[in-house]
């Protein structure tokens, strides 16, 4: 049923029905009440498109993502994109995702505000100085960030706590009795990896342990560039007896290079993960800093794009989860 027949059907005006279920107040409360009781019975459901006309929004939330080929591979990305949708198909809105080379992220972000595209933005994949984010809250378009910043803009963050993350991991491998311990890192202009690197180097100073320059490796995202890094760990002399690899999508490929030089991972060298890989990966548990709820975590920056569309100020929408660290058979004892 349309509009127009719920309206023939009450036998009231098109213009009282729309006012009537949209709340307009020069609508009586009686012809409210009546109108939404019939909408109910006959299942009336407004044309997205009239909605969004008449009130001159899109219902579309949007992310602007320059994909890397592991994107559509890495289950923890799916699954926050996914708490996304559902959260958005409750409100009967859409998300609009736009893959893009990384050279023309920030001329999309500038097509898509210049020309209304969206209601709103979650902004992925945060930088420590990033344009993106100046350049939106310039322009006062609502959006949310996963991730943090250095930026002095104020603005709505949802983020897990990198540096609480990597200060346990490298507590858990002190208290194994490890000290030579490697870092294998996303690059580190990306925020994420910036937190957990400094975090990594301030843990071991705590211990009175300065980190090994030749223990620290970047610019590994992805399977190929942390089998190489790996490699090169294990060509040092001495070897570090751990290493943490900051991303999950690098865990992988960090693995498979210590299987193919036939190390023994958990007894001749410590192995944490950032992030859930698959739960058994050649008979290996391996032991993880989690970010847990990844299908919650895209339902809550959901969530908040949508109080700050409603004017709740930034400082309020600014979210800071735990990680955790899930035992597993990758890190062992150091003999004394």
Not at 106 to 112: D, G, K, V
Not at 140 to 149: D, E, L, S, Y
Not at 169 to 187: D, M, Y
Request: net charge negative; with cysteine.
């Amino acid at each position: 049923m349309n509009l127009k027949r719920l309206a023939q059907t009450l036998g009231i005006s098109e213009t009282t029905a729309s006012r009537a279920l949209n709340g307009y107040p020069e609508v009586s409360e009686r012809t409210r009440q009546r109108v939404l009781a019939a909408a109910q019975q006959f299942g009336y459901r407004p044309s997205p498109i009239a909605r969004s006309l008449a009130f001159g929004r899109t219902n579309v939330v949007g992310i602007v993502y320059p994909l890397f080929p592991n994107d559509l591979a890495d289950p923890m990305f799916m699954q926050i994109v996914g708490g996304m949708v559902q959260a958005l198909e409750a409100q009967q809105m859409d998300l609009m995702m736009s893959p893009v080379s990384p050279l023309q992220e920030l001329h999309a972000y500038q097509n898509i505000v210049k020309e209304k595209r969206v209601d709103g933005l979650i902004v992925g994949r945060s930088c420590v100085f990033d344009e993106r984010i100046a350049f939106l809250a310039e322009q006062n378009f609502p959006f949310v960030v996963h991730g943090r910043t250095q930026e002095n803009q104020a603005h709505a963050w949802f983020d897990y706590d990198n540096e609480q993350g990597m200060r346990i991991a490298v507590e858990h491998l002190l208290a194994h009795g490890h000290q030579k311990i490697a870092l294998i890192s996303a690059p580190l202009h990306m925020n994420f990896a910036r937190q957990r690197f400094d975090s990594f180097k301030r843990s071991l100073e705590s211990a009175g342990i300065a980190a090994d320059p030749r223990y620290l490796l970047e610019n590994t995202n992805d399977k190929r560039s942390a089998y190489l890094a790996m490699q090169k760990l294990l060509a040092c002399t001495p070897r570090p007896s751990a290493v943490i690899v900051d991303n999950h999508m690098s865990g992988v490929g960090a693995i498979r290079a210590l299987l193919d030089a036939g190390v023994t991972i958990g007894s001749e060298i410590s192995v944490i993960v950032w992030g859930k890989m698959e739960d058994s990966l050649e008979g290996y548990h391996v032991t993880t800093i989690d970010q847990p709820q990844p299908d919650a975590a895209g339902a809550k920056m959901i969530e908040m794009l949508l109080a700050l569309q409603s004017g709740t100020p930034v400082e309020q929408l600014q979210v800071l989860w735990p990680a955790q660290l899930l035992p597993g058979e990758t890190v062992y004892s150091v003999a004394s």
